[in-house]
């Protein structure tokens, strides 16, 4: 409350708490857009994974060979094609599993910017390897 009664910020006031909230947003936007990408990466690679481990299901329950084709953002698993999320990509060989569990075995990368994860499978077992 200034000296004559009257409350409220000044012109000056409000200016200084503005400059410090874009400051802020200026220093926290960049770790954010990394944070948010990091998300983005680690859920393609786990729906990658859930859909490698549910071909190697089907292949065991109908007793053919089931694929995983990958085609740069997107796959195809089993005939039903998986889109991998914005700005990522796939990179790496089909995989197949056979009716009795094994599979072909590889590694396919997802990549998004400066950052890449990776699944592999391995082909005596079948087992997928985040």
Avoid: C, N
């Amino acid at each position: 409350m200034s000296a004559t009664g009257e409350r409220g910020a000044t012109l000056i006031e409000m200016l200084v708490v503005f400059a410090i909230l874009a400051l802020t947003a200026a220093i926290a936007a960049p770790a954010m857009d990394r944070a948010l990408g990091r998300g983005g990466l680690a859920a393609a690679e786990a729906k990658l994974g859930a859909d490698l481990r549910l071909l190697r299901g089907e292949a065991l329950r109908r007793g053919v060979p089931e694929v995983l084709t990958p085609g740069g953002t997107a796959y195809d698993a089993g005939g039903r094609r998986r889109d991998l999320g914005r700005g990522i990509t796939m990179a790496g060989p089909a995989i197949a599993f056979f009716p009795d569990g094994s599979g072909s075995g590889g590694t396919v990368t997802l990549s998004r910017g400066g950052q890449s994860v990776a699944v592999a499978v391995d082909g005596a077992t079948g087992a997928v390897l985040p």
